[in-house]
């Protein structure tokens, strides 16, 4: 069992940066790939970024690129995800997740590959 919970939201401006953390606990950390989905109402829970167990390898949805990055420290299971220049479209819940696998560098994009989820943060990102 893997127990994921979500820090760093809150209300930002336009133009404004916040860094999303998710602490992650009840396995070894390195053995999961992370991601970050986010979503607003009404709309699909959608990818915003993911990352291969190893680090090595990370996605992107193209929302973000150029302006998201996500990272993760294996020492301290933790996975983060830094939002700049944020917008007001990237107002939602924003949620971490955990996918179990056994490839030290693939990235899962589908919300289906995941086995684990955090309960969520708000973002708000006002105009």
């Known amino acids: 069992q893997v127990q994921l919970v979500e820090s760093g939201g809150g209300v930002v401006q336009a133009g404004g940066s916040l860094r999303l953390s998710c602490a992650a606990s009840?396995?070894?950390?390195?053995?999961?790939?992370m991601g970050w989905f986010r979503q607003a109402p009404g709309k699909e829970r959608d990818l915003v970024g993911a990352?291969?167990?190893?680090?090595?390898?990370?996605y992107y949805g193209d929302s973000v690129k150029g302006r998201f990055t996500i990272s993760r420290d294996n020492a301290k299971n933790t996975v983060s995800l830094q939002m700049n220049s944020l917008k007001p479209e990237d107002t939602a819940i924003y949620y971490c997740?955990?996918?179990?696998?056994?490839?030290?560098?693939?990235?899962?994009?589908?919300?289906?590959?995941?086995?684990?989820w955090g309960q969520g943060t708000q973002v708000t990102v006002s105009s």
């Open positions: 990352i291969s167990r190893s680090g090595r390898s990370t």
């Open positions: 997740a955990a996918w179990i696998g056994l490839s030290s560098d693939y990235v899962p994009r589908g919300k289906n590959e995941y086995d684990y």
């Open positions: 009840g396995r070894t950390f390195s053995t999961y790939g």
